[in-house]
């Protein structure tokens, strides 16, 4: 179950911590601003701690003579691409990327007729830079009619409105609070150690369970020699 808090609370959090609820210095507008800062940040600490908490999938069908899909808005990077035998088949199997200064190829060209299994489709991805296109895939050679399931990191948005949610999941939406705090009392000249040592006190806490989300599967010392025996008997 989600935990999710609006952006008006981490808002009135991040004014709390830096005693500044009832100060005009900072104004709604920048203070929201800062929370939008802080989710980002905190984003890039969960993909350098559990590349895998950030993604989400998707569908991609192709249609025979595109080579060319746009990607969802909320691309940041690839983790895998897969071919599919139907939507939602659990029968899949990943084709690999390539760059596009290897150039591209024809159905009939070097890879041929082969290509009926799929076996020698490749893709690459393009765009989005900083002008705001669209990031886009590129299939080589043609795709013809298939499914492909895309998996991707996608990127926090952004709340806007003061009822939009944010998933601290266990908290750690406190951790954007603190952050935004810190950058307000940083902007006043005050001292934001004591902030800053609270949130690192929540990241320690990320940082032990973040890098493996299955924490009920010890690692175990596996014995792989043989046994030896010892005065006859078989040493345990």
Same mark, same amino acid.
């Given at each position: 179950m989600p935990d999710t808090r609006t952006l008006a609370e981490i808002r009135t959090d991040a004014r709390r911590y830096a005693d500044m609820e009832n100060s005009a210095y900072a104004s709604d507008d920048e203070v929201t601003r800062l929370v939008n800062l802080g989710i980002r940040a905190l984003w890039m600490l969960h993909a350098q701690l559990d590349i895998d908490r950030p993604v989400l999938r998707t569908e991609i069908s192709t249609t025979t003579g595109t080579r060319e899909y746009t990607l969802p808005s909320d691309f940041v990077a690839v983790r895998l691409v897969e071919v599919l035998q139907s939507s939602g088949s659990e029968d899949a199997y990943p084709i690999r990327a390539y760059n596009l200064s290897e150039g591209h190829t024809s159905n009939t060209g070097l890879f041929g007729s082969a290509f009926a299994d799929g076996e020698h489709l490749r893709y690459? !991805?393009?765009? %989005?830079?900083?002008?705001? &296109?669209? +990031?886009? !895939?590129?299939?080589? $050679?043609? $795709?013809q009619g298939r499914v492909f399931r895309f998996w991707y990191l996608a990127n926090p948005g952004t709340l806007t409105a003061d009822g939009d949610t944010f998933d601290g999941v266990v908290g750690w939406d406190d951790w954007?609070? *603190?952050? /935004?705090?810190? %950058?307000?009392? /940083?902007?006043?000249? =005050?001292? $934001? =150690?004591? *902030? !800053?040592?609270? @949130?690192?006190? *929540?990241?320690?806490?990320? +940082?032990? !369970?973040?890098? &493996?989300?299955?924490?009920? &599967?010890?690692?175990?010392?596996?014995?792989?020699?043989? @046994?030896?025996?010892?005065?006859?008997?078989?040493?345990r």
């Open positions: 690459a !991805i393009f765009g %989005q830079g900083m002008d705001g &296109s669209d +990031t886009r !895939i590129r299939f080589d $050679p043609d $795709p954007v609070a *603190l952050w /935004a705090a810190e %950058q307000l009392m /940083a902007k006043e000249e =005050s001292d $934001p =150690s004591a *902030l !800053i040592r609270r @949130r690192k006190e *929540l990241e320690a806490g990320m +940082t032990h !369970i973040a890098g &493996s989300r299955d924490v009920g &599967s010890a690692h175990r010392v596996a014995k792989t020699r043989g @046994r030896r025996r010892r005065r006859g008997l078989r040493a």
